[in-house]
Nanobody, 115 residues
Framework: DVQLVESGGGLVQPGGSLRLSCAAS????????MGWIRQAPGKGLERVSS????????VYADSLKGRFTISRDNAKNTVYLQMDNMKPEDTALYYC?????????WGQGTQVTVS
């Protein structure tokens, strides 16, 4: 199946850390830019971070620089989001997605709650 499956969400205290994972299957993962998008309760979608196919270009939302780190392992068809020094405003549903105009694919999301 062509899919993205996120994992690693949960409840964390302010100042804590979480690592999200997104496992891809059914397509050529290393051909695509990948990234993370989140949606906080009652708010719109926010692009969190993205990685080019070879991870040479990494982009972050300005408000998250220094706290979040995106990485990918093309051998494992997986993209990660390391979140450190977390804040209550990081509470959201986090989606993994292909960042491609030609091939848009999203995962089902994983909930992150900072409280």
């Amino acid at each position: 199946d062509v899919q993205l499956v996120e994992s690693g969400g949960g409840l964390v205290q302010p100042g804590g850390s979480l690592r999200l994972s997104c496992a891809a299957s059914g397509f050529s993962f290393d051909d695509y830019h990948m990234g993370w998008i989140r949606q906080a309760p009652g708010k719109g979608l926010e692009r969190v971070s993205s990685s080019s196919s070879g991870a040479l270009s990494l982009v972050y939302a300005d408000s998250l620089k220094g706290r979040f780190t995106i990485s990918r392992d093309n051998a494992k068809n997986t993209v990660y989001l390391q979140m450190d020094n977390m804040k209550p405003e990081d509470t959201a549903l986090y989606y993994c997605a292909t960042f491609s105009v030609a091939f848009g694919l999203w995962g089902q999301g994983t909930q992150v709650t900072v409280s």
